[in-house]
């Protein structure tokens, strides 16, 4: 399994912006986040973690009978039950949007408190080039200010193209 990491200026520092290029994923990121990635059946998994507990992940799936959108949702309601279920005080699922791959986007979200820590996650879904596009995110709520930007560099820069 090879990586397409392209990093620009040297030697990457916090803070640097590398790229990604892989398996028709195109983005940019901060080289703060360690870069990942799993292939199975009919889904590409890139995992982006590693600062401030921030979990980004770009899922493209070859899944005929569900919309991107219909993924996201059953991955939060999904992720809400598993927490309720062991204990963890989860708030209502919400709709939500953000700007991904030039787009407004459609995703839901909502935040769970686990021994003392409460986490927000939000998954957002889309079709493109006939492939479903899903982007979970999950991180602290009292770290939202250091990763939004993070986040942001790259759901703004994300593209896919088969």
Do not use: C, W
């Not at 195109?26 to 921030?54: A, M, P, Q, W």
């Not at 949007?97 to 909502?110: E, L, V």
């Amino acid at each position: 399994m090879s990586l397409g990491l392209v990093s620009y200026g040297g030697i990457a520092d916090a803070g640097e912006t590398s790229h990604y290029k892989n398996h028709g994923v195109l983005f940019s990121y901060d080289n703060r986040l360690k870069v990942k990635e799993s292939k199975e059946e009919k889904t590409i998994t890139i995992t982006l973690e590693g600062y401030e507990d921030l979990l980004l992940m770009i899922q493209v799936m070859d899944i005929p009978f569900l919309s991107g959108e219909d993924y996201a949702e059953s991955l939060v309601k999904g992720m809400r039950d598993g927490m309720a279920s062991s204990g963890a005080e989860a708030t209502k699922v919400q709709k939500t949007s953000r700007g991904i791959a030039q787009k407004k986007r459609k995703g839901y979200t909502f935040d769970y408190t686990l021994s003392g820590v409460t986490f927000r996650y939000t998954a957002y879904g889309y079709n493109s080039s006939g492939k479903k596009i899903a982007v979970p995110i999950q991180y602290p709520v009292k770290n939202e200010g250091k990763v939004q930007p993070l986040i942001e560099t790259v759901t703004k820069s994300l593209k896919y193209e088969d």
